[in-house]
């Protein structure tokens, strides 16, 4: 079997398990299960050997992994659809494949597989407590669906078939989010999430069009590795002063920033954690947010065509890289007073996406891309652990009868001893988030973005973002804090209990890598440890790009301050909150003051865009559009013209019609007749008069004749 | 031509009215099956001569000539071409259909007959008359029963008024063209009515433009040119049911075919300086008409003024003097023909059911009559022009006729096919479907199968037409060309 | 002799008596018989031109003979009318016999 | 078979009339009898279209299977058909929905036999339209179609459907007004209705018209751009375009459920059509000369459908404006080819042509599907108040399902038909209306909005209790309905080159 | 004055009074006896008129014929005889009126014939026999008055039967038969 048959195998099992279950196995919980995780067993397996083979390409950038075929006609040309495995695709599918394996198996456990499904529980609710999940085999359909989509925008070889994995995410997310549709905000939640990442698809799908238009090929390897394409677009003028190519990185950009929730599109990520735990790990960690990521780093060459590193950012560049960091920043302080343990992450994962944002905005794509994968572990591993918290505060909650919030941090602490294996999990992950040095692997490709920023001399980005990492490590402090350390501060927490094997193994697996995947990228110049381990990443991954990124060599200045603002972080979060006792409250509201109440409204931008778009867009399409427009204006005036033809008509029969025109023609009959009756009395019948009429006549005739007229 | 078939089909009816008067009065079963046979000799006779025609040969065919008063060049001639056959065949199958029609006549139905194939005769008479005077004779003919099976038999609110109002409008039009004939007569210098002698007179131009109105809008106003129409949706709905469909569906077209024959054939220069204003009237009797129609609350009056619509639309392809549009103008008088045939049948149906006339009053009558409502929405499509309908076959070209003398009026005309779908489409939906009136429950009758026959004969004609144009088209394409001949082309 | 115009003025004298008998009267037999009168007229004066001023050519005479049978045949069927009425309607009186009337 | 190769067309083209004239014959009574008649007997166009789709060569240009007889002499009109791309994929559609329409309709309960009868006729007059290569045989066609569909409206449908179709009626006869008139205009000067005839002699018509009666000659080039204007107003009106589309609203809702199929599916197409085989090569320049207007008013389309549709309260409502905004994309696709034809932009905008077509094609799908979909749920509950359902999801799990696939494919998800076609229309108008294909975005966003707002009014949130228990889950006949439906507009959107392959061709001929 | 004017005279005297007492009398069989009287005068004015044949024609069938059938008439209808109201009927004075006017217009037509006021008649050409002869023979000859003197024998009959018709109680209809 050839390594690109098997490319191309790679998404279709989760495929046709999302087809089997959806037509037959939705029936059996069982074999819906077996059915999903084998397919994404398959998928893994393979993708390893996809990603074996490809490592042990040399010069994989030049030569992928490829094959295609022709699929769209479009005039004279045809479009090919194909896939392609070239180093960014290999180290993205490396970690796809993992963390969504992680996913599935967590999955099982985390809906209850093997209990009893109680009665109580209603299709579309999450169960109450403990049961299985009315609707556990849909719940596989769906993220197997989900693989499929994230597997073939991985694969794809071109921006059309990444579009469609892309979109076909966008659905099952949209799904996911929504898998408790039961709940009226779950169900508000799914349509936010598809309608903000929508209004960035809109532009990309310009995008795509645009960049079809301007080189007739949306191929990855024709594009992108063909300098004189991408000089010819940096060439080419659009407007506003954008290059053709500034202009197509935009669009494309608008799109990552809906699907990796940058600002101004990141309101829908916290609300998405509607969703079942797994599918939040699943969109923000491992797969979705990740694609819009992957999107810019793959189309890393056309968004810095034109720009040379140590060159001045072009435009392009400039906007990429001021909304990562703004939105590094932004998250971060929104998650510093967010209580919610997932909308914690939620906000750190979109401020963490800002950073690879900036990190592609300032021409760290090594640092972008390393970062992506090192932060897909993390990260799920963050989520599912974060799960397995929630998971046994539910059953903390449905044994003690204490209906609180399970996910809210304030209702938790002191969960350390209750689920150990949590715990350290989950500590590793927020170690890592936090970037805390050497020993987990966010340091490291953090480090590098900061590094880049520095070096690339960017000090405004650089600040920002080390600001952010500051705020990452104090909130994720403030986490760990919360939830595990101090006393339990409900009846939930102290009755909570570890969570099953099934749901644990993940969490251990993808620890080891949020560890050691960050050793794959040390730089060689890293003072005492670097080359030691070979900075296989960097080297790998730069053959993703015809020109090699410019190493930039080893400073102090942003190790030291990466190294400052995570312990510092760290440090602060811990001492404050430690221990924070049973009806105890943040102290940050004390010390923030009204502050805090801002950024735990998200800064009102859910309000702000309600006011400002969705109302507005809303009375636009249900006032203006239809009831003034369609009816009153455009039905108006046909009812208008209708009514004016039968007045028309009306008004002809009164006032012409009849009056005129019979009443000529009456008027002709009745004046005769009415003259007959005015003569009718000389027919008075008798003979006699008729005679002295008629002599009359004719005398008056004869006299007429014999007197008048000669 | 050794069977004179125009004459047998002419006078048969006749003879068979004046034999109807020889039976005993309250025979009915008798007199109406006689009618019927009667009826249908003549339909037979008419289809048969109407399949014989020759079309490759056009002309008069048929042609029969006989000398009646020779001192004053008087001569009983028959003959038909394109343009007349098919009316002969009209004439034919509304009779037929009018006399299963009125089956159910019970007052008098000997006399009713007879006055209704006397009529008939002189509707025969004229499309086949080949002299003035007889065309004159017959016309009158025509007219004179008409009083009589309208003032008798009508509608007891607006009869005599209907009746004197119909005959007067009509005999008054007559007595302008006789003045117009008659000046023909003398003037050619032949001492002979002969219409095809005149067609050769050689009239001076001034003479034709002088004497054109007076022979065209005498016989219009039977044809019902505004503002002339008056007299015809009162006549039509004081009327009983198959007198209205003789008089909407053939003897409308007496009036128009005589002004085509007596008016545009015989003084084509006349014809030719008047035709814009033909153009006008007749423009205005399209729209001005469906207008009428479209708020008129009395069904009947409706199809009335329908007619008076749809009869603008002849008179428009008369005036255009081109081929497409007396082509168009002559399947027009057909499709018209048995159109409001159908119309007034269907009228007439649900009439003597619901004895009420108002639209507001009906409905749902689809529930209970399904042919009839069948039949109707097939007549009201052709109405309005529906393609693969007769209607459309005449409209098209008649339009297409337009286009070539006067765009404006083809654009104007036109808007009468949108109004006309309006209010028959209102029609239909207000008396045919929604809720039947709960005084109508239960009492509504079926048709007999007279009329099931009557209305699908009409109906099967109508599509006919519309999906197989060429079963007339060419023969009426054959007498515009002998038309066109003589007006000199266009 | 005696002038023509002497049988002119008297004939014209009758006529216009049998006129007025005509004319005026209610009676249908003197109607009847008014136009006698003048018919007898008419009579004098064919009679008198024929021989004043044509004698040799008969006709004159001829038309007097014509005129006794109109008369003749006249009185008959009118007389006969006059029954006819009387024994339907009771009255001979011409005002009374209007069905002519509109 | 040999009869059936040279009368092919023919043949697809009657065979539903001659199937309506049977089913006149069953007795009104014998209700299964007729339903499974008409649909066993729809299934023939079905079976003949899908052999002319296959004995169709996508290379050999010009129309295929071309039949013609002579008709109307008197005004130089033939009976002529004949198939290209276009119109063979069109016609495929039609056949296809038919049987499904029918199938859905065993509904119906009253007058079935007139239903069916008139469905069956009504499936022949826009079978008419496609195959028609004679200009006044086209518009007979196009007529005609009005009438079943006005009595479908007519007599099944629901409360307002008096004034439905009415409205549907009017405003579609007096668009076709100036149709006719054109094509008279057209048929005068050129001699013929043959289309294959004047489209070789009208575009380069240049003597001046004469007007007789006026002394004025008007110029050739005005004429043209009023007939121009008289064509393009009588198929916006059924496209619809806005803002001719207040009809469609309104007969949609009112009409049944497989009336509304046909009418999404099939007769709307009948606009698009009209654009691309008529419009177009008789009007280049004209065409040429308003592409801009026209790509303004389907962008309108686009976005105000959009808008439309989102503040709607009825489900059914929604979805028909729904088809306002996806038939505003053919007409952009078209306008994107009338700009561009003749210049350099040609290759793109045979690609905004093929998108076009295809839209049309999907467009069917997919408004067909989602109108069966309305149906089946008013069925079973009887409202189509969108704030009625709630919830009910569970309830009917694989009517959701696939109410979702469709709504899905309507919304243009990658991977269904929706997608290709728009993506196509988007890539060719791009560079031609770049600051239009912009705008129409706006139409894509919203798109979602109501997509979302149905799928979640109907399926999601807590389920309203008034539906508990009531049996809501769609039944094993109206999924067999649905089943073609979806397995094109998958089988679309994962190969589309099955359905390109033949329809790209005969674009790039006409308007390469 | 000769004896034959003298003669005239009074012969037109006594026809004009028996005339005015012919349409005044209230009377109607004194009318019709005095209508007798006129019409006796009036056959002696043809006598003067060299007319005897006419004279006893006049003789015959106006007073043995008419006069009498008018007398019958009389008497068959017995009311009317005695009926003494009033004879002329609302219009009468324009009866007079139109009499007096028309006799004035004739007398003045007469005046512009001055020489009518003169003439006398020329001699007898042929005797009475040859006249009467002639008269006779013109009815008869074919190229002469027959086919008046026909139609007025046709006439005759024509009204004969008419009067028998029209005289007939409608009660014997059926009955009688003698018409043929």
Redesign the interface.
């Known amino acids: 079997m050839s390594t690109e048959l098997l490319v191309w195998l790679i998404p279709l099992p989760p495929l046709l398990a999302f087809g089997l279950i ?1 037509l037959r196995a939705h029936r059996s919980n069982r074999v819906s299960t077996g059915l999903a995780v084998g397919a994404m067993v398959l998928s893994w397996a393979m993708g390893l050997v996809v990603f074996g083979q490809a490592v042990a390409t040399e010069h994989l950038g030049d030569h992928p992994i490829a094959s295609s075929i ?7 040309d045809v479009l090919e659809m194909g896939v392609l495995i070239d180093p960014l695709s290999a180290i993205t599918l490396f970690f796809v494949v993992w963390t969504c394996l992680a996913i599935f198996v967590y999955s099982i456990g985390y809906h209850n597989f093997g209990k009893a499904r109680d009665a109580h529980d ?3 609710l999450p169960p109450h407590a403990g049961g299985i999940d ?1 609707l556990y085999a ?1 719940f596989f359909a769906f993220i197997s669906l989900f693989a499929f989509g994230m597997l073939t925008l991985v694969v794809a070889d071109n921006l ?1 078939l990444l ?6 995410m ?2 099952c997310s ?2 996911l989010i ?1 898998f408790w ?4 905000s ?2 508000k939640a ?2 936010k999430a ?2 903000t990442t ?2 960035g698809d ?2 990309m ?2 995008g ?3 960049l ?2 301007s080189t007739g090929t949306l191929s990855f390897s024709e594009i992108l590795r063909n300098p004189e394409t991408l000089h010819h677009l940096a060439e080419t003028p659009a407007f506003l002063g954008l290059s053709m190519a500034g202009l197509i990185g935009l669009l494309l950009f608008a799109g990552t920033v809906g699907k990796s929730a940058q600002f101004p599109l990141h309101v829908w990520l916290p609300d998405a954690m509607e969703g079942p735990t797994p599918v939040s790990a699943m969109i923000h960690a491992a797969t979705m947010v990740s694609a819009g990521i992957y999107l810019i780093l793959r189309f890393f060459p056309l968004l810095s065509a034109g720009w040379h590193p140590g060159e001045p950012l072009t435009t392009t560049m400039v906007v990429i890289a001021a909304i990562g960091a703004f939105t590094a920043l932004f998250a971060s302080t929104i998650a510093v007073a967010q209580n919610d343990i997932k909308r914690v992450l939620a906000y750190s994962t979109i401020s963490q996406l800002g950073y690879m944002v900036a990190a592609v905005g300032v021409g760290a794509f090594i640092a972008a891309a390393f970062h992506l994968v090192t932060h897909a572990f993390f990260k799920a591993l963050l989520f599912l652990g974060s799960g397995s918290v929630i998971h046994g505060m539910e059953h903390g909650a449905h044994a003690s009868h204490d209906h609180v919030d399970p996910q809210d941090m304030m209702n938790m602490g002191g969960l350390r001893r209750k689920m150990p294996w949590t715990f350290w999990t989950f500590l590793i992950g927020g170690l890592a988030l936090s970037g805390f040095p050497l020993i987990t692997a966010g340091f490291w490709s953090k480090d590098e973005i900061l590094a880049s920023a520095y070096g690339g001399n960017q000090p405004v980005v650089f600040g920002v973002l080390a600001l952010a990492a500051l705020l990452t490590a104090f909130y994720t402090a403030r986490q760990i804090g919360l939830t595990f350390l101090g006393e339990p501060r409900s009846d939930a927490a102290e009755h909570a209990h570890e969570s099953s094997r099934v749901m644990l193994a993940p969490l251990v697996v993808l620890s080891i890598f949020s560890i050691a995947a960050g050793w794959a990228g040390i730089k060689g110049d890293f003072p005492f440890i670097g080359g030691s381990i070979p900075n296989w990443v960097e080297e790998f991954l730069a053959g993703a790009l015809v020109e090699h990124p410019a190493e930039i060599g080893f400073t102090f200045p942003p190790l030291l301050t990466s190294l400052v603002v995570a312990l510092g972080g760290l440090g602060i979060g811990w001492l404050v909150y430690r221990r924070i006792p049973r009806g105890g409250t943040d102290p940050l509201v004390r010390w923030l003051g009204p502050v805090h109440r801002i950024l735990r409204n998200k800064y009102y931008f859910d309000e702000l865009y309600g006011f400002l778009f969705v109302r507005p ?2 009375w ?8 003034w ?3 009153r204006v ?2 108006g005036i ?1 009812h208008a013209v ?1 009514r004016a ?2 007045r ?3 008004w ?2 009164r006032a ?2 009849v009056p ?3 009443g ?3 008027w ?2 009745e004046s005769t007749k009415s003259a ?1 009756r005015t003569f ?1 009395v000389i ?7 008729y ?2 009429a008629a ?2 006549f004719t ?1 008056l005739l ?2 007429f004749l ?1 007197l008048v007229r000669p | 031509m050794n069977f004179p078939v125009l004459s047998i089909i002419t006078f048969t009816p006749m003879a068979a009215g004046l034999l109807l008067l020889l039976f005993p009065g309250h025979r009915h079963r008798e007199i109406r099956w006689f009618a019927l046979a009667a009826a249908t000799v003549a339909l037979g006779l008419s289809l048969w001569a109407y399949i014989s025609y020759d079309t490759a040969a056009a002309g008069y065919q048929f042609v029969e000539r006989v000398p009646w008063v020779p001192q004053l060049g008087i001569s009983y001639a028959v003959g038909a071409d394109g343009m007349s056959m098919p009316l002969v065949l009209l004439t034919g199958v509304v009779m037929f259909t009018g006399v299963l029609i009125s089956w159910g006549i019970d007052d008098r139905p000997r006399e009713f007959f007879a006055f209704l194939f006397i009529l008939a005769t002189g509707v025969f008479g004229v499309f086949v008359a080949l002299d003035a005077f007889m065309l004159l004779f017959f016309y009158e003919i025509a007219v004179f029963p008409m009083f009589l099976l309208i003032a008798i038999w009508g509608w007891q609110v607006t009869r005599e008024y209907a009746a004197m109002k119909l005959t007067l409008y009509l005999f008054i039009g007559s007595v302008i063209s006789l003045v117009g004939i008659l000046a023909m007569y003398f003037a050619s210098g032949l001492g002979t009515f002969d219409m095809l002698a005149l067609e050769g007179a050689g009239f001076s131009s001034a003479f034709q433009r002088t004497w054109f109105p007076f022979v065209f809008f005498g016989f219009a106003v039977l044809g019902g040119i505004f503002p002339f129409h008056n007299w015809s949706p009162d006549g039509h709905v004081a009327a009983p049911t198959a007198v209205s469909m003789f008089h909407a569906g053939v003897l409308m077209k007496l009036g128009a075919f005589a002004a085509l024959r007596v008016g545009i054939m015989l003084l084509p220069e006349g014809a030719k300086m008047w035709a814009p204003l033909i153009l006008g009237l007749a423009t205005v009797n399209v729209i001005y008409g469906a207008l009428i129609a479209s708020v008129q609350t009395d069904f009947k009056y409706v199809i009335g003024f329908s007619s008076v619509s749809h009869m603008g639309l002849v008179m428009l392809g008369f005036a255009t003097l081109n081929k497409e549009g007396l082509t168009g103008a002559g399947l027009q008088m057909f499709s018209h023909g048995v159109m409001t045939a159908l119309f007034f049948a269907v009228v007439g149906m649900v009439y003597d059911r619901a004895h009420t006339r108002e639209i507001s009053k009906l409905g749902g009558f689809s529930k209970m009559m399904p042919l009839v409502a069948v039949a109707f929405i097939i007549g009201g499509l052709v109405s309005m022009g529906m393609p693969g309908l007769s209607g459309f076959v005449a409209e098209f070209p008649i339009f297409l006729g337009l286009w070539q003398v006067q765009p404006a009026v083809a654009i104007i005309a036109a808007l009468g096919i949108v109004i006309t779908a309006g209010y028959i489409m209102r029609v239909v939906g207000r008396v045919f479907y929604g809720e039947v009136p709960a005084e109508f429950e239960g009492h509504i009758t079926p048709i007999s199968r007279f009329d099931r026959v009557a209305l699908v004969i009409l109906a099967g004609l109508l599509v006919l037409i519309g999906v197989q144009p060429w079963v007339m088209a060419p023969m009426i394409a054959t007498g515009a060309e002998s038309v066109l001949r003589i007006v000199g082309g266009a | 002799m005696i002038p023509l115009s002497w049988y002119l003025i008297l004939a014209a004298a009758l006529f216009c008596i049998g006129m007025y008998g005509v004319l005026g009267r209610r009676n249908a037999i003197a109607i009847l018989m008014g136009i006698e009168l003048m018919l007898n007229a008419v009579n004098i004066n064919l009679v008198a031109f024929w021989r004043y001023l044509s004698p040799q050519v008969i006709g004159g005479q001829v038309f007097t003979i014509i005129v006794f049978a109109v008369a003749a045949s006249e009185a008959a069927v009118g007389l006969a009318l006059i029954i006819s009425i009387y024994r339907q309607r009771s009255t001979v009186i011409a005002e009374e016999v209007d069905l002519m009337k509109w | 078979m040999e009869f059936v190769n040279s009368h092919l067309l023919s043949l697809i083209l009657f065979s539903p009339a001659v199937a309506s004239v049977i089913i006149l014959l069953i007795p009104a009574g014998r209700v299964r009898l007729i339903r499974w008649a008409a649909f066993l007997l729809s299934l023939v166009p079905l079976a003949l279209s899908v052999y002319l789709w296959q004995s169709y060569d996508p290379s050999a240009s010009g129309y295929q299977f071309v039949e013609q007889q002579g008709w109307y002499a008197a005004v130089r009109s033939s009976y002529h058909v004949g198939v290209d791309g276009i119109s063979v994929s069109m016609v495929l559609l039609t056949t296809l929905l038919t049987p499904l329409a029918i199938l859905i309709s065993w509904s119906v309960q009253e007058r079935v036999r007139a239903y069916m009868a008139l469905f069956l006729f009504l499936e022949m007059g826009m079978l008419g339209v496609f195959l028609s290569l004679d200009l006044l045989v086209f518009f007979i066609f196009w007529e005609i179609g009005l009438v079943p569909m006005y009595f479908l409206i007519n007599q099944w449908g629901s409360a307002n459907r008096n004034y439905a179709s009415f409205k549907f009626l009017i405003f579609t006869m007096a668009g076709s007004l100036g149709l006719l008139l054109a094509i008279q205009l057209i048929g005068l000067t050129v001699g013929t209705f043959d289309l294959v005839e004047i489209s070789q002699v009208w575009p380069a018509f240049e003597l001046p018209l004469k007007v007789a009666g006026l002394p004025i000659q008007i110029p050739t080039e005005t004429v043209k751009i009023v007939a121009f204007w008289a064509f393009v107003v009588a198929f916006a009106i059924k496209v619809p375009v806005w803002p001719f589309h207040t009809w469609l609203p309104d007969a949609h809702t009112e009409a049944p459920t497989a009336g509304s199929m046909i009418l999404a599916g099939v007769l709307l197409k009948l606009g698009g059509y009209g654009f691309l085989r008529l419009v177009l090569p008789l009007y280049p320049e004209q065409s040429q000369a308003y592409a801009g207007a026209l790509a303004g008013l389907a962008v309108l389309a686009i976005v105000l459908g959009a808008f439309g549709s989102w503040g709607q309260t009825d489900f059914k409502r929604l979805v028909a404006y729904s088809s306002v905004n996806h038939m505003g994309f053919v007409i952009l696709g078209v306008a994107a080819v009338a700009k561009a034809y003749g210049t350099l932009s040609a290759s793109e905008a045979v690609i905004a042509a093929n998108g076009a077509v295809l839209q049309m094609f999907n467009h069917g799908l997919s408004a067909a599907g989602m109108f069966l979909l309305v149906g089946v749920i008013y069925e079973r509950t009887h409202t189509r108040d969108l704030a009625a359902f709630r919830g009910l999801f569970p309830l009917a799990p694989v009517f959701g399902g696939i109410l979702i696939f469709t709504s899905m494919a309507s919304l243009g998800l990658p991977g269904l038909n929706g997608f290709i076609s728009e993506y196509m229309v988007v890539q060719g108008s791009w560079p031609i209306f770049t600051a239009y294909t912009a705008i129409a975005m706006i139409g894509l966003l919203i798109t979602g909005a109501y997509i979302l707002k149905a799928i979640g009014s109907v399926l999601h949130g807590p389920l309203n209790e008034a539906w508990a228990g009531h049996a809501m889950e769609i039944n094993r006949r109206e999924v067999l309905a649905i089943v073609p439906l979806m397995i094109l507009i998958l089988t679309i959107g994962v190969w589309p080159a099955w359905i390109l392959r033949v329809i790209e061709p005969t674009v790039t001929r006409l308007f390469g | 004055m000769t004896p034959v004017q003298g003669l005239f005279l009074v012969t037109a005297l006594a026809a004009v009074l028996s005339a005015i007492m012919v349409v005044t009398s209230p009377r109607l069989v004194h009318a019709a006896l005095w209508l007798i009287v006129t019409l006796a005068a009036v056959a002696v004015l043809f006598i003067l008129l060299d007319a005897a044949f006419l004279a006893m024609v006049q003789i015959v069938v106006y007073i043995g014929a008419i006069a009498i059938l008018i007398i019958f008439t009389v008497m068959l209808t017995r009311r009317v005889m005695a009926d003494t109201g009033p004879q002329m009927n609302r219009l009468w004075w324009l009866a007079a009126f139109i009499g007096l006017v028309l006799f004035g217009a004739l007398v003045a037509l007469l005046a512009q014939m001055p020489s009518w006021w003169t003439a006398t008649p020329p001699a007898a050409t042929e005797s009475f026999e040859l006249i009467v002869q002639d008269l006779g023979l013109s009815l008869v000859d074919l190229d002469r008055y027959i086919i008046p003197f026909e139609v007025a024998s046709v006439l005759l009959l024509a009204a004969l039967i008419g009067s028998i018709v029209l005289a007939r109680p409608p009660a014997d209809d059926l009955e009688t038969g003698e018409g043929e």
């Open positions: 959806i022709p699929w769209l006609p479009l005039g004279p209603k299709p579309g009315p849909r059309l579009f469609i994995g892309w979109e076909i966008g659905l949209y799904l929504g549709f039961g709940k009226d779950a169900k799914m349509v598809f309608m929508r209004v809109v532009f799908l310009l795509i069009a645009a079809y238009i867009a809303y636009f399409a249900e006032t203006f559009t239809y009831a427009v369609d009816r455009i039905d046909l209708g033809s039968l028309l008509g009306g002809l029969r012409i019609d005129v025109v019979n000529f023609g009456d002709v009959g007959g009718r027919q008075s019948g008798r003979v006699q008069a005679l002295a002599l009359l005398g004869l006299s014999l």
